[in-house]
């Protein structure tokens, strides 16, 4: 292929523009690394804590060079990497506890004072089993133990009776 | 939209589009810059936006606030901060800047005009805006790198070769998403203010005229 060759031809394809393809490849990549950071921000927050702070940006907007956004894209990725690995640590610890639960509700007995958390679980809210005696000391004494449930904070969330009294205020209703 | 669109829909004056040096546009496909102007006198808001600005406190959450970065609008902002060196984290987007400060202090906080008239903009479309003194700008605006020697209004040195600014026809106004060289922005004595929108890839067009149409409404209103 002589063509390929010829000096002015092989001029044509010059560093220049493939580094700016390779730059806006990098760009794409950035993109959808920091929408999948940006998702598994939002899917850990409450739950747990993922690394998602990149080390190293300026103050300064300028056009990054070819070595600058593979490095934004690598330290990225290896956030994503990190967020996905603490989300998957999480996702077992909650189910094991899911687990374990299955087994105090099973046989309270042999889970004497375990008290699990709808936090534990991953669930919103702050309620939580409790294995305990029945009858305090006297179930202690006869091996009776039972799973109480706890519903939780009464005033976590907006009372019904508030959303029903607001739009009978504005209606006149109210007194 | 088009002038004649602008005005059958009763918007008078219509947003201008800038332009953006070629071989910025050719690393950044999609990036923008519309401006409107608006005669406007800076000073307090009155009541009704003041009011506005409460009602859109009362709209945001936390939890809202956690879920931002994976709205289409704010997240190409945050990836544009990336794309340009910025760390969105540290240096934030407007509507991240926004809705953190709303956080922090309870509510959003009336700032007077044109701040306010802004942040209902960005509160409500995502969109970055600032203000400039169009009485003080020459020209067109646009989106340019630096040249060599050139330096920003008000701030020590010389700007490092290639840094990203909105300028005008003679001089940089203000780096972009960041600070405003002296006697370009909004003032007291301003009589006429330009709102400037920057687009980047991802923010549909609607969204920036949407953004500059309330900002500028809001403030001919008043």
């Known amino acids: 292929m002589p063509a390929l060759l010829k000096r002015e031809d092989?001029?044509?394809?010059?560093?220049?523009?493939?580094?700016?393809?390779?730059?806006?490849?990098?760009?794409?990549?950035?993109?959808?690394?920091?929408?999948?950071?940006s998702s598994l921000f939002g899917e850990a927050f409450g739950h747990t804590e993922v690394p998602h702070r990149i080390a190293g940006g300026g103050s300064v907007p300028r056009v990054l060079d070819l070595g600058e956004l593979e490095a934004v894209r690598d330290r990225l990725a290896d956030r994503v990497a990190e967020a996905r690995a603490a989300l998957a640590g999480r996702s077992a610890v909650e189910t094991r506890n899911r687990e374990l639960l299955d087994e105090m509700l099973a046989t309270p007995a042999q889970f004497k004072w375990v008290q699990i958390s709808r936090a534990d679980l991953g669930e919103p809210g702050c309620g939580h089993w409790h294995s305990r005696p029945v009858l305090g000391p006297i179930g202690m004494l006869m091996g009776w133990w039972r799973v109480k449930v706890s519903s939780g904070c009464p005033l976590a969330g907006r009372l019904a009776a508030v959303e029903r009294e607001v739009p009978a205020r504005e209606a006149g209703l109210g007194t | 939209m088009s002038g004649a669109a602008a005005e059958r829909m009763g918007w008078v004056p219509s947003p201008q589009q800038g332009?953006?040096?070629?071989?910025?546009?050719?690393?950044f496909p999609g990036l923008g810059i519309a401006w409107v102007e608006v005669d406007a006198k800076p000073g307090r808001s009155p009541d009704p936006v003041r009011r506005r600005l409460r009602d859109l406190s009362d709209r945001t959450y936390g939890s809202q606030a956690i879920r931002l970065r994976e709205r289409p609008i704010p997240w190409a902002y945050r990836v544009f901060f990336r794309q340009i060196g910025l760390d969105p984290d540290r240096t934030r987007t407007p509507i991240e800047q926004l809705t953190l400060d709303r956080l922090y202090y309870g509510g959003f906080r009336s700032k007077?005009?044109?701040?306010?008239?802004?942040?209902?903009?960005?509160?409500?479309?995502?969109?970055?805006?600032?203000?400039?003194?169009?009485?003080?700008?020459?020209?067109?605006?646009?989106?340019?790198?630096?040249?060599?020697?050139?330096?920003?209004?008000?701030?020590?040195?010389?700007?490092?070769?290639?840094?990203l600014t909105i300028a005008d026809e003679d001089r940089p106004l203000a780096l972009l998403f960041g600070e405003t060289a002296e006697g370009c922005g909004v003032?007291?004595?301003?009589?006429?203010?330009?709102?400037?929108?920057?687009?980047?890839?991802?923010?549909?067009?609607?969204?920036?005229e949407e953004a500059l149409w309330m900002a500028a409404s809001t403030l001919e209103a008043t």
């Open chain 2, 112 to 163: 007077g005009l044109p701040a306010d008239a802004l942040d209902i903009a960005v509160i409500e479309t995502g969109v970055a805006l600032r203000a400039f003194d169009a009485d003080r700008t020459a020209g067109g605006l646009c989106i340019r790198d630096s040249a060599p020697g050139e330096s920003l209004a008000g701030y020590p040195g010389e700007m490092e070769q290639g840094t």
């Open chain 2, 187 to 208: 003032g007291p004595d301003s009589r006429r203010i330009a709102i400037v929108a920057v687009q980047v890839k991802g923010v549909p067009q609607i969204a920036v």
């Open chain 1, 10 to 37: 092989v001029a044509g394809l010059g560093i220049g523009v493939d580094e700016r393809r390779a730059r806006l490849e990098l760009r794409r990549q950035i993109s959808r690394l920091e929408a999948e950071l």
């Open chain 2, 19 to 27: 332009w953006v040096a070629p071989h910025i546009a050719s690393e």
